[in-house]
């Protein structure tokens, strides 16, 4: 129940705030398409292990190993993270966390990394955005009396970034959504982690260790 919940949060705020009456304005031009089929889930990487040498395998890619081996031992393992490449952003998420996209807008580009109670949105936009407006069309959606904003930030690259929370009680379960607003070639990149709480107001440690990987791997094109 607790899972169907943050999915179903995770396509509210994707789905529900891009009307008309929001963004009238088009792009003059739209973005080229790229060559890259920014729909398609990243691959998880393998690390193949013969004694004590470590090779990187990719799904359908072959690889060449030189040398001979007697009565090697051998061990594959799956990489605990995937990297996500695409909108000129750079990051690694957890391997476990599903992928889902929407590209149908021309001037909104958005992506969904969902694990048990962490989420995070990636939303590209080519109009201005930022996490304190997104923040204040979120709040409203769930009642004002049911949810408050207030100030947040995190640490990427060892820098603390400001950014916008959204704390929310919804169908019985409270919930956090910290907003952070980037510049990428002129386009606007949020990125909205999502996260359940406890009555203690705590985070989960699914959705810690989400902040922490992405505060410590996100790059955007300069």
């Not at 001979?68 to 391997?95: A, H, S």
Request: net charge negative; charged share 25%; hydrophobic share 40%.
């Amino acid at each position: 129940m607790k899972r169907n919940i943050f999915i179903l949060l995770s396509v509210f705020v994707t789905v529900c705030f891009f009307s008309p009456a929001v963004f009238a304005e088009k792009a003059s031009d739209a973005e080229q398409k790229s060559v890259i089929d920014e729909s398609v889930e990243p691959q998880s990487k393998f690390i193949l292990e013969i004694n004590d040498k470590k090779f990187e395998l990719q799904k359908g890619a072959s690889l060449k190993i030189q040398g001979e081996f007697k009565d090697p031992t051998v061990k594959v393992e799956v990489e605990p993270f995937k990297e996500f490449t695409y909108g000129g952003i750079y990051l690694q998420y957890p391997q476990h966390f599903t992928f889902e996209s929407d590209l149908g807008d021309e001037n909104v580009k958005m992506w969904n990394l969902s694990g048990n109670s962490g989420i995070l949105m990636i939303q590209k936009y080519s109009l201005e955005m930022d996490h304190n407006t997104m923040a204040h069309l979120l709040q409203p959606r769930y009642g004002e009396q049911n949810a408050r904003i207030a100030e947040c930030s995190m640490k990427i690259d060892g820098t603390e970034v400001p950014g916008t929370v959204v704390i929310a009680n919804f169908g019985g379960a409270t919930i956090s959504q910290e907003v952070y607003s980037f510049k990428v070639k002129g386009d606007s990149v949020l990125l909205i982690l999502q996260d359940s709480l406890d009555p203690k107001g705590n985070p989960t440690a699914e959705g810690l260790a989400l902040k922490e990987i992405v505060g410590k791997t996100f790059k955007i094109e300069k």
